[in-house]
Structure formats: structure tokens, C-alpha cells
Nanobody
Framework: QVQLVESGGGLVQAGGSLRLSCAASGSIFSINAMGWYRQAPGKQRELVAAITSDGSTNYADSVKGRFTISRDHAKNTVYLQMNSLKPEDTAVYYC??????????????WGQGTQVTVSS
């Protein structure tokens, strides 16, 4: 089993910054990709940013130039640095990890979510 624990959400004024962290633990054989998604009230969950094991990244158009995803392989941790935050970035942010678990096969797991609120 693989567990994901997120941290770093909170309340910030527009133009401010936050850094989210997501640590994976458990029976990890490999992590192929990690990413951040968000879901605002009344909206569908959407991809914010993702990073693969070889460092390739993908961003939603709405966050390009403002958010940066990075990964610490040794710590099985992914980060999301969010700068120039806007009220429309307000959402619950979820971490996702995909890979192979030792003894459990492939996994595609989610964290519990962390609230990010940007005030105007």
C-alpha cells in the first residue's frame, strides 16, 4: 500500500505565495509520476501540474509561469511552488502518485487534499 500526505495549504492574499508538499510512503517499488490536481466548489477536479520520473513536467495553462512543480526522489516527495496567487486559484489541492507497489502491483493513489484559499 502507498500513502500520500499533503501539507502546506492555507490562506494567502492575492499576489502571495504558498508551497505545497506531498510525501509518499509505504510499499513503494517505483513512482512513475506525481502530480497536483485541484477542485473548486461546484467544479470538476482538474490537473494543475505533473512531473514524471525523468523530470518531464506538464502544467495547466492557467498556472504556467506562476507555479512550479518539483520532485525529491530520495524523499519520495513532490512540491508545488505557487507564486502570484489569484483568487481563482482557491480550491482543495490533491496530490496524486502513480507507480508500482512492492507486492501490491500498480497504484494510482490520492492524498486527502489540502485547502488553498486566496483572498482578494
Amino acid at each position: 500500500q502507498v500513502q500520500l500526505v499533503e501539507s502546506g495549504g492555507g490562506l494567502v492574499q492575492a499576489g502571495g505565495s504558498l508551497r505545497l508538499s506531498c510525501a509518499a510512503s509505504g510499499s513503494i517499488f517505483s513512482i512513475n509520476a506525481m502530480g497536483w490536481y485541484r477542485q473548486a466548489p461546484g467544479k470538476q477536479r482538474e490537473l494543475v501540474a505533473a512531473i514524471t520520473s525523468d523530470g518531464s513536467t506538464n502544467y495547466a495553462d492557467s498556472v504556467k509561469g506562476r507555479f512550479t512543480i518539483s520532485r525529491d526522489h530520495a524523499k519520495n516527495t513532490v512540491y508545488l511552488q505557487m507564486n502570484s496567487l489569484k483568487p481563482e486559484d482557491t480550491a482543495v489541492y490533491y496530490c496524486n502518485a502513480q507507480g508500482v507497489s512492492a507486492g501490491w502491483g500498480a497504484y494510482d493513489n490520492w492524498g486527502q487534499g489540502t485547502q488553498v484559499t486566496v483572498s482578494s
